[in-house]
């Protein structure tokens, strides 16, 4: 099965829809993302929803930022 959509496959799949639990959209210096809030307050940057080319060389999925307070 093929799908051709924009929506984020988990929320498609939700296979485990706990793990949706600490998603959360947040504007970080004028960049829009979605991050994963893990145990030690620390950020986990899921997804960029930008469309400027510049944040995608300063931002990457998968990348850890520092917890909000320390920014």
Do not use: A
Request: charged share 15%.
């Amino acid at each position: 099965m093929i799908i051709h959509t924009i929506v984020p496959e988990y929320l498609i799949f939700q296979e485990q829809p706990e793990l949706l639990n600490n998603l959360k959209v947040l504007n970080l210096n004028g960049v829009e993302m979605e991050v994963d809030i893990r145990n030690d307050g620390s950020l986990q940057l899921i997804r960029l929803l930008s469309t400027n080319p510049q944040d995608y060389l300063k931002y990457s999925p998968g990348q850890v930022l520092p917890p909000i307070g320390s920014l």
